[in-house]
């Protein structure tokens, strides 16, 4: 599914270069006789960096990450890998 700037919202999860990230931080503004200006801040949802995303204009267009979010409990590391259990 694809939202436009009005619809984003903080903790949407949006899909950049083929990667889930999360929106931190949302603003926007706008000047007089100029396009918005949309500054997002996202956190890669795998890797949990952040980096920050600049876009101007009013036809921007953003994909909704299809992610889905469960209860597990957490388990133990081994070898850089985390291991979960579903509580269900």
Excluded at 63 to 70: D, G, K, Q
């Amino acid at each position: 599914m694809v939202i436009g700037v009005g619809e984003l919202r903080k903790g949407i999860t949006i899909e950049f270069d083929g990667e889930p990230y999360q929106v931190v931080e949302y603003n926007s503004h706008k000047m007089q006789q100029r396009a918005p200006v949309v500054k997002l801040r996202l956190r890669e949802l795998r890797t949990g960096r952040t980096m920050d995303k600049t876009y101007n204009g009013y036809n921007v267009q953003l994909t909704l990450a299809r992610v889905e979010n469960r209860a597990a409990q957490y388990i133990y590391d081994e070898d850089n890998l985390r291991y979960f259990m579903d509580t269900k």
